[in-house]
């Protein structure tokens, strides 16, 4: 997938010049991409949030969103107000679908969470787990180096004397 600037330069929203400029600023303050370029006036801040809106397909709301009276009392109310969100709607499957003001501003760390199908961390560690046991034939076919062969080795020597 593309970064940010690489998508805005390819649109022609910014020069390549401003994209530099930029990532050096993102670098040296750690600020957000967009939030440099909001503040030196390469682009609109609302033009930046459709966009990415459209890139990530995901609804935008524009203006004020009202929370459903019945979904309210779900979150508490301390929560809302720490992470500026309101529940919007619950579907057929009962998800709650909740908008939230700057979504990342206020994130530390993501965990997740795994269930009983395979999603989540325990998704994540199977995966990693069946990367790791592709790696030796992986290794094998890029380098000719049997990564088996060699930690049997290591690991199982031939000259071994049992004591």
Excluded: W
Aim: charged residues 30%; negative net charge.
């Amino acid at each position: 997938m593309a970064s940010l600037l690489e998508l805005l330069i390819s649109r022609r929203v910014i020069a390549p010049e401003q994209a530099r400029d930029a990532a050096g600023l993102a670098e040296e303050t750690g600020a957000f991409i967009g939030r440099i370029l909001v503040a030196q006036g390469a682009v609109a801040e609302d033009y930046l949030a459709k966009f990415l809106a459209d890139e990530c397909s995901v609804r935008m709301s524009e203006g004020q969103v009202e929370a459903d009276g019945d979904l309210i009392h779900l979150l508490p109310e301390r929560l809302m107000k720490r992470y500026r969100m309101v529940p919007l709607c619950r579907d057929s499957r009962g998800v709650l679908s909740i908008a939230v003001a700057e979504p990342l501003s206020k994130i530390d760390k993501i965990v997740l969470v795994g269930g009983d199908k395979g999603t989540g961390a325990t998704k994540i560690t199977a995966q990693v787990a069946d990367i790791l046991a592709q790696m030796p034939d992986v290794v094998e076919s890029l380098t000719g180096v049997d990564l088996k062969k060699y930690f049997k080795n290591k690991l199982d020597p031939e000259d071994k004397k049992e004591t």
